[in-house]
């Protein structure tokens, strides 16, 4: 019984991490690209691949594979199912109409940040991110989920750290990562200039839930050219009230 359980387990852990895979690239992906990536066995692949074109997980093309059109209505019934993503635009629309900013929240997915609502602001940024975008976390907003992550979990993260070099050209070593992350800690906030988009300013906040979990992140975000870092640091009590709107309502 034991061995049934643990084989079931296995099936289920190759399912997603061709899921995972394939939904982490941006274009078709072979089947050797996929064995490769996920470390399994060809022929182990071509079968897991094989179940999940059938089920239309997954779509075969003459390039390689895509995702296929079964996750469209999982990702609906998330936005319809999640409470963070039914709330997050009624508090967004409001964030954006006073500020005249870009708002959103994201949450975090395994060691990444997904963008799961968002709206845009009547000046529109240099870049768009639809909804289902994944960022890091080393960088810009996502240093604020790391910072409010368990220590045993932040520094399994920062054991693999390497210095990233920023849209502003700054090299990010792991003393300044640090420095920031405590910084975090200690005002609530975080506003970074021309970290991962040349050009832009952001300034984010926690989300927590009423007893004190980390339940995402919301933030603003500003072209250069439209505000200073000083003039959106202003709006971060603004932010904060929103934040703390969005817990009020978990």
Same mark, same amino acid.
């Given at each position: 019984?034991?061995?049934?359980?643990?084989?079931?387990?296995?099936?289920?852990?190759?399912?997603?991490?061709?899921?995972?895979?394939?939904?982490?690239?941006?274009?078709?992906?072979?089947?050797?690209? %996929? =064995? +490769?990536?996920?470390?399994?066995?060809?022929?182990?692949? &071509?079968?897991?691949? #094989? !179940?999940?074109v059938?089920?239309?997980?997954?779509?075969?093309?003459?390039?390689?594979?895509?995702?296929g059109?079964?996750?469209?209505?999982?990702?609906?019934?998330?936005?319809?199912?999640?409470?963070?993503a039914?709330?997050?635009?009624?508090?967004?629309?409001?964030?954006?109409?006073?500020?005249s900013?870009?708002?959103?929240v994201?949450?975090r997915?395994?060691?990444?940040?997904?963008? %799961? =609502? +968002?709206?845009?602001?009547?000046?529109?940024?240099?870049? &768009?991110?639809?909804? #289902? !975008?994944?960022?890091?976390?080393?960088?810009?907003?996502?240093?604020?989920?790391?910072?409010?992550?368990?220590?045993?979990?932040?520094e399994?993260?920062?054991?693999?750290?390497?210095?990233?070099?920023?849209?502003n050209?700054?090299?990010?070593?792991?003393?300044?990562l640090?420095?920031?992350?405590?910084?975090?800690?200690?005002?609530g906030?975080?506003?970074?200039?021309?970290?991962?988009?040349?050009?832009?300013?952001?300034?984010?906040?926690?989300?927590?839930?009423?007893?004190d979990t980390?339940?995402?992140?919301?933030?603003?975000?500003?072209?250069?050219?439209?505000?200073?870092?000083g003039?959106?640091?202003?709006?971060?009590?603004?932010l904060l009230?929103?934040?703390?709107?969005?817990?009020?309502?978990?």
């Open positions: 019984m034991a061995e049934a359980t643990n084989n079931q387990g296995r099936t289920l852990d190759r399912v997603f991490d061709v899921l995972e895979c394939v939904t982490a690239t941006h274009q078709p992906i072979t089947l050797t690209e %996929i =064995s +490769r990536a996920t470390g399994l066995h060809l022929a182990t692949t &071509q079968r897991v691949i #094989g !179940q999940l059938r089920r239309d997980y997954l779509k075969a093309t003459p390039q390689g594979y895509t995702l059109p079964q996750v469209l209505p999982m990702s609906h019934s998330f936005v319809l199912q999640d409470r963070l039914l709330i997050a635009p009624s508090v967004l629309s409001p964030l954006t109409d006073h500020t900013l870009t708002s959103s994201f949450v997915v395994a060691d990444r940040r997904v963008l %799961i =609502s +968002r709206v845009e602001a009547p000046n529109p940024l240099s870049y &768009q991110f639809p909804v #289902g !975008q994944v960022l890091g976390l080393f960088v810009g907003g996502g240093k604020v989920m790391l910072a409010h992550a368990e220590e045993e979990d932040r399994r993260l920062l054991a693999g750290y390497e210095p990233v070099q920023m849209a050209g700054r090299v990010q070593d792991l003393d300044a640090r420095a920031d992350l405590e910084q975090i800690r200690e005002t906030f975080f506003l970074a200039e021309s970290e991962r988009s040349r050009d832009s300013l952001s300034t984010t906040a926690p989300i927590w839930t009423p007893d980390l339940l995402g992140t919301i933030n603003l975000v500003a072209n250069t050219g439209d505000m200073s870092k003039d959106l640091e202003g709006h971060t009590s603004t009230q929103a934040s703390r709107r969005i817990t009020s309502q978990m």
